[in-house]
Nanobody
């Protein structure tokens, strides 16, 4: 059974930082590209960042480029999202996701497995 478990969320003031982690189990982690998505109330789930299986190619949404960094440790079956210079527009539930297919990493339909999500609240 595949499980993706996010941690590290919470509340932070604008300008602050958080690091999200996603621990994977039940799959061959190094065979999967990993993505982070977020969803604010009343909005669709949107792409944040993704990273290929080896960690050599990260991808970012324009809204987070230069502020967020995605990385992974295959030995720990874990993917991270370092979030700096947070602002109120980053407030959302953040989800990690896994796919072993190639394609547009920004599209949610590419991903086969999802975590339960974790709340991030940025207060101004």
């Amino acid at each position: 059974q595949v499980q993706l478990v996010e941690s590290g969320g919470g509340s932070v003031q604008a300008g602050g930082s958080l690091r999200l982690s996603c621990a994977a189990s039940g799959l061959s982690f190094s065979n999967y590209a990993m993505g982070w998505f977020r969803q604010a109330p009343g909005t669709e789930r949107e792409f944040v960042a993704a990273i290929n299986w080896s960690g050599t190619n990260p991808y970012y949404a324009d809204s987070v480029k230069g502020r967020f960094t995605i990385s992974r440790e295959n030995a720990k079956n874990t993917v991270y999202l370092q979030m700096n210079s947070l602002n109120s527009e980053d407030t959302a539930v953040y989800y990690c996701a896994a796919t072993d297919r190639g394609g547009n990493y920004g599209h949610p339909r590419l991903y086969d497995y999802w975590g339960q999500g974790i709340q991030v609240i940025v207060s101004s």
